[in-house]
């Protein structure tokens, strides 16, 4: 077989579905692909391209793989700084400079390695065709062990013509490479020990679960945890859903975004058993959260991110799912009453807080009011893909998520929602999938909504437009020219969207929300809703030790 034929059987084995990318990159390729029942995605951007994979990624748990023709190739490493910093394993696929054009200003040839770098687990070129096979193993095999992140693999030729090489060798895969986590390990029977004796000799333990508990499919293992042992938990933005918003041991989301019970159980705590974070500034609110005197157990599988921020850090090394099974066979005391009554307490004072926020009927809508809302109608197996900035943030604070719910959010890069949103739908097209954005946001890939349209992806598209980025707005001197900095024209997004052939409704009021989800669920099309809020509220911040 020739390489388009060979990397088709093996993505195919794999069990790739979909693939994400701005032509031309080996048609023959793109041919075999269809040939095969793998469905080829051409967004509008290549940026847009890595983040649909980077959603399908995250949401399927299987590799997602995206490409461009060599003139595109920066602008498909621009993207992956998402999904490098969201730990998401992602295959970029490019065209590039071959030996017979390299160095002689070829049309569009530039040999851009170097921008993947800082955005790469690993790089590499097929330059022959009888190298594909063992270069793209191995490219599957970096992207899900360890801490799963984004690979590169340069494809010679203006369009990757090395994929009309033949290919004479072996082309079988591993199976188990194509999916996170690819290889489990448990951790130190010694360490172990170590972790159970610091927790039964605690007097305030927390749980604080990132997202790589999520990579494992730590849920079951975790909840089973906690009931054994009564520990209180918070998770990270990139851990939200993976306990429902009414166990009785979650207080919410910690950190920069996070809220208030959150925030305060994690500072008050003596000992914090971490499960698949790498403890950045967000999740601990720039360091301020976990006290110096706690002591931390820390379960990862990447050992550089155990006690990068936290020396005296008890290291777990293994499989987040793996290391909780372990922990919950052991003889853990239960929590002390004291220490469960102040946990209530904290969850009791944000219980009491929000009422006035989420059941606001306030014309244009608080944000609040819109999550509460949002939550309310969520079907039970709803995947909710959240942009940054404000989306985050007020999803930190307000969104409840029950047990069926998939939440996967930006680590950083605003617009990503979107895009994001229908690469989660082609991984899971048996589930409605939700993107949550700002009217900033949007506008980033507005464009995408063409796409979802054309390849008939209903995914619904909220958007808490409050015309403009406001949270910005602090920045600049109101009632002066500097307010469009942030102030955007009054867009009529219905009609954008509607242009773009997806169905499309303006929501005004708090108690009209839920009706016009489920309508926009219902109707099996990519639907939009313009949810018009208060552009003079912005997130507050959360809870500090210095506030």
Not at 51 to 63: K, L, P, Q, S, T
Request: glycine fraction near 10%; charged fraction near 20%; hydrophobic fraction near 40%.
């Amino acid at each position: 077989m020739i390489g388009a034929e060979a990397l088709c059987t093996m993505l195919d084995e794999y069990e790739t579905t979909h693939f994400f990318y701005v032509p031309v990159l080996s048609p023959p390729m793109i041919k075999e692909m269809l040939a095969r029942g793998i469905q080829p995605v051409v967004p509008h951007g290549e940026m847009a391209a890595v983040y649909m994979a980077d959603g399908y990624a995250r949401v399927g748990g299987r590799v997602g793989v995206c490409g461009s023709q060599t003139i595109g190739s920066s602008n498909l490493a621009a993207g992956l700084r998402e999904a490098w910093v969201g730990r998401s394993p992602v295959l970029a696929l490019t065209g590039g400079p071959d030996s017979d054009t390299r160095g002689r200003n070829f049309y569009q040839d530039l040999d851009d390695r170097d921008v993947f770098r800082p955005v790469t687990k690993h790089q590499a070129v097929v330059d022959r065709g009888d190298r594909l096979p063992d270069v793209i193993r191995q490219a599957f095999r970096m992207a899900t062990t360890g801490a799963p992140r984004p690979v590169h693999i340069g494809l010679a030729g203006f369009w990757g013509a090395v994929t009309l090489e033949d290919v004479p060798g072996d082309v079988s895969v591993d199976v188990r490479f194509g999916a996170v986590p690819a290889l489990r390990s448990s951790v130190d029977p010694l360490l172990l020990e170590r972790a159970t004796a610091v927790l039964n000799a605690s007097a305030r333990p927390i749980v604080l679960v990132g997202g790589g508990a999520r990579r494992s499919d730590a849920a079951p293992a975790l909840r089973d945890l906690l009931d054994r042992t009564g520990l209180p938990a918070v998770t990270t933005l990139n851990g939200m859903g993976l306990l429902p918003d009414t166990h009785p041991s979650y207080l919410g989301t910690a950190g920069d975004y996070g809220r208030d019970s959150a925030n305060q159980a994690l500072a008050e705590s003596d000992c914090v058993l971490v499960v698949g974070s790498s403890l950045g500034s967000m999740s601990t609110k720039n360091w301020q959260l976990i006290s110096p005197s706690a002591t931390v157990l820390q379960i990862d599988v990447d050992e550089v991110e155990i006690g990068r921020n936290y020396p005296a850090t008890v290291p777990l090394l293994g499989d987040a799912a793996l290391v909780l099974e372990q922990l919950a066979g052991r003889p853990l005391k239960k929590v002390d009453t004291k220490w469960r009554l102040r946990v209530h307490e904290l969850r009791g004072e944000w219980e009491n807080h929000t009422p006035r926020l989420e059941h606001s009927l306030d014309e244009p809508l608080r944000p609040e009011a819109l999550l509460y809302r949002l939550s309310q109608a969520l079907p039970d197996d709803a995947v909710v893909v959240a942009d940054t900035g404000h989306a985050g943030a007020w999803c930190a604070r307000h969104l409840r998520l029950g047990q069926g719910h998939t939440f996967v959010r930006a680590a950083g890069s605003l617009g990503w929602g979107l895009p994001a949103a229908i690469g989660a739908k082609c991984a899971t097209r048996d589930r409605p999938v939700v993107c949550f954005t700002g009217d900033g946001g949007l506008y980033y890939h507005i464009a995408e909504l063409e796409t979802a349209a054309r390849y008939d992806l209903p995914i619904v598209v909220v958007v808490n437009n409050n015309v403009g980025m406001n949270q910005e707005r602090s920045l600049w001197d109101a009632g002066t020219d500097q307010e469009k900095n942030w102030k955007f024209s009054d867009v009529d997004l219905v009609a954008v969207a509607e242009g773009f052939g997806c169905a499309a409704e303006r929501v005004e009021r708090a108690d009209a929300l839920e009706t016009a989800l489920a309508r926009a669920i219902a109707s099996g099309r990519p639907t939009l809703l313009d949810v018009r809020t208060d552009p003079a509220i912005a997130c507050p911040p959360s809870w500090s030790p210095t506030t």
